[in-house]
């Protein structure tokens, strides 16, 4: 291994290490100036874009390129580039970890690994939780506009709330859970409705024993993947979840697995990218 991330073994040294190199003094990171410090882990975690991709994809592609393995808890790259960027590590003998990209602290992704080969009919799942917020908020009374607004100065949604409440966020991770079961797909193959809600209605639901979600669903049946805001019964696991909270109902066969935790917050996350470095380094130890 070479001297950096990928072998440093407590927080001290790593925070020593990017105070000497990587951070470049103007708030952001010079990837050829990290490529050339012979690191082997380089942990990403920057805003996403789907429209472009970039400089997102740009970023993930040098560094495998380069033979350097990534930990990331952001989406853009898979959404966009699954199986593209899952070869380009295998071709240079790096690695890439993405747990912390779906439900970061519950883990969703070990769970729909497990599946694979199995007879999996669909995923249902609430995997946004600024919209949970939302329609939480609008469920007690509140305006569409105003709960939007709190959302974002609460810090709970990004700056353009319509990440979350469109479904990009939520699109960009039934991707990466419907390429982990082999269905390949990109952010550009999911159907997103948008936040097309009725206040009345969704509070009127209610009543009716049911409350508004931003279901991500993913029919392997009929091959497709949609995202869009609707009625769920509230004997549904997914009708349970509020605000940092997600879960998925997953049809295998005949039966039904279901999994519910937290999305977060930010300490939680950070510990996921932990997690995935220990086992990019079990891995190099025991070639």
Known sequence: MGNGVGNCMDRDEIMNYVNKGIYNGTGGINIDDLISANIDVAVVSIPPNYGSGEPNLGI????LSNGISIITADK???ALDFSGLLKLANDNDAQIRYRA???AGTPAIDLVR???GRSVRDIKA?????TNFVLTKIEGGSSSRDAIDLAVKEKLAEP???????GWDAGAKLVILANELGFKSTLRDVKLTGFNVNEDDVRKAIKEGKRFKQVAWADFLKGRLTVSIIPVNNDSILASVNGNYNAIEISVGDDMITLRG??????TTAEVLMTDLMEIQAIKRSR
């Open 101 to 103: 990209t779906v439900m």
């Open 60 to 63: 993930y592609r040098k560094l």
């Open 114 to 116: 497990g599946l694979r």
């Open 262 to 267: 937290p999305a977060g917050p930010s300490r």
């Open 76 to 78: 853009t790259g898979l």
């Open 126 to 130: 609430v995997l946004n939780a600024t």
């Open 160 to 166: 353009d709330p319509r990440i979350d409440l469109d």
